[in-house]
């Protein structure tokens, strides 16, 4: 019963490669969000999506992809990826798209770049 | 604008002992305010939030914190830290997005 679910929960990866991080959030929410924590713990918003439109768009290099097959997955693709990227990465839903709402995420996805 | 500042990057206590974690906001508005805790290599869990009702808000596991407007504060506390309470605490702004900030690293010493 799982709220919001993010694979792979760990990701090892090569510089250079591409890679994608799935989320499904199984609350019923209009939007969906993806997080960027750094090393520092620093939590920073990259996408959000609300009934598959996005939203925002942070300044985020375009090697970074988000995609929304439907309202209940919002999945991140990577292309190219570089030492930097290296992060924590959080998935996260609120029921509109109003950003006063109690966002819930998911677990995290631990993308270390070698 | 919105930001966030949380005055402490790391807070000790004694187990027992009473916690307080502090944050100054600045708005525009009248902006929602949130809690979030995360223990080590997990997610994010809310632990309360303000949305311009009572400005004493009581959240989970014995946390509250204070809406103070003319401070422009929104300080979490608990009367009596516990083991398990050792972890990393967000204080969020929100008004069109969520605005974090840089978080509270609560060590409970025994």
């Known amino acids: 019963d799982t709220a919001v679910s993010q694979t792979p929960k760990y990701l090892v990866t090569q510089m250079g490669n591409d890679k994608s991080i799935k989320c499904e959030q199984n609350?019923?929410?209009?939007?969906m969000y993806w997080y960027k924590q750094d090393s520092k713990k620093f939590l920073k918003i990259m996408f959000s999506?609300?009934?598959?439109?996005?939203?925002i768009n942070e300044t985020v290099p375009n090697r970074f992809s988000p995609k929304s097959p439907d309202k209940a997955h919002l999945n991140l693709h990577i292309n190219s990826l570089e030492l930097g990227d290296s992060a924590v990465y959080f998935c996260?839903?609120?029921?509109?798209?109003?950003?006063?709402?109690?966002?819930?995420f998911g677990p995290g996805t631990r993308l270390l770049v070698l | 604008a919105q930001s966030v500042t949380q005055l402490d990057s790391h807070v000790s206590v004694s187990e027992g002992t009473p916690v307080l974690l502090r944050c100054n906001y600045s708005?525009?508005?009248?902006?929602?305010l949130f809690w979030y805790v995360q223990h080590p290599n997990k997610g994010l869990q809310l632990l309360l939030k303000?949305?311009?009702?009572?400005?004493l808000v009581k959240g989970i596991n014995g946390f509250e914190a204070e809406f103070k407007k003319s401070e422009t504060s929104f300080h979490l506390t608990k009367p009596s830290a516990h083991m398990s309470d050792a972890a990393e605490y967000f204080c969020v702004v929100s008004e069109n997005q969520f605005y974090f900030g840089t978080g509270t690293s609560l060590t409970v010493i025994p």
């Open positions: 996260a839903s609120n029921p509109s798209d109003l950003a006063r709402e109690t966002q819930y």
């Open positions: 303000y949305t311009s009702a009572a400005t």
């Open positions: 999506y609300n009934n598959k439109e996005l939203i």
């Open positions: 708005s525009s508005y009248s902006p929602s």
């Open positions: 609350l019923g929410h209009d939007t």
